[in-house]
């Protein structure tokens, strides 16, 4: 995850800048920062600022295009970024997070190491099955959730082990569908008890 540094260092160079569009190309951290850096940049101080629901006042300087590398978060279809502080992780939730636009190629998902596939792939499939659970959710989310499982759970190990154009695809598809759940339904229990898990982690050193 960003941490809260590396969030306002780019906020203090977007805020510096002109621009008209803001194309982010990476992972869900790379993808956390810009989000969260366009926000700040809009609104000022820093990021830790912003820790919680609906904080942010104005919408950011520019739109956002995002274009994942991994098959794994769905920030670029949520309103959700992780920024890690001294303690672990925070979590920032606003519609003024969320990108304008999505493109999601699986071909850049590729060469992702074994390691990377399958960490960034459970993320996917944690976050389908915590929304398929969640008191949030209803019978759209349900359906979404659930066909987000159908096309990740086949593919996962294939994926992970080197991943022909077919797993990849359907990785990707596993990813943005439970992506779009996390602003109307959000994550569970699972998640939750890694935010716990982490700060502990933090406070031991």
């Known amino acids: 995850n960003p941490s809260v540094a590396s969030v306002d260092d780019c906020a203090r160079v977007l805020a510096a800048a002109e621009f008209e569009v803001v194309v982010v190309l990476g ?3 790379t993808m956390d920062t810009a989000k969260s850096a366009l926000c700040v940049a809009a609104c000022g101080g820093s990021v830790r600022d912003y820790f919680g629901f609906d904080l942010f006042e104005k919408p950011p300087r520019a739109p956002l295009i995002g274009i994942p590398t991994t098959a794994g978060t769905g920030s670029e ?5 992780v920024v890690a502080d001294e303690t ?6 606003s519609d003024y997070l969320q ?3 999505a493109l999601v190629d699986p071909l850049l998902h590729r060469d992702l190491p074994p390691v990377l596939t399958a960490i960034t792939g459970l ?8 929304c398929t659970a969640s008191q949030k959710s209803n019978e759209i989310g349900d359906a979404v959730a659930r066909v987000a499982l159908a096309a990740g759970c086949p593919a996962y190990e294939q994926a992970v082990a080197g991943g022909a154009a077919e797993a990849r695809y359907q990785m990707a598809r596993c990813a943005l569908l439970a992506g779009l759940l996390l602003s109307p339904i959000n994550t569970g229990a699972g998640h939750a008890l890694g935010y716990g898990i982490e700060k502990v982690s933090f406070e031991r050193g």
């Open 77 to 81: 279809a949520s309103r959700v970024t």
């Open 123 to 130: 993320d996917a499939l944690g976050h389908a099955l915590e």
């Open 27 to 29: 992972g869900g951290s």
């Open 99 to 101: 990108p304008k636009v």
């Open 88 to 93: 672990g992780k925070q979590a920032l939730y």
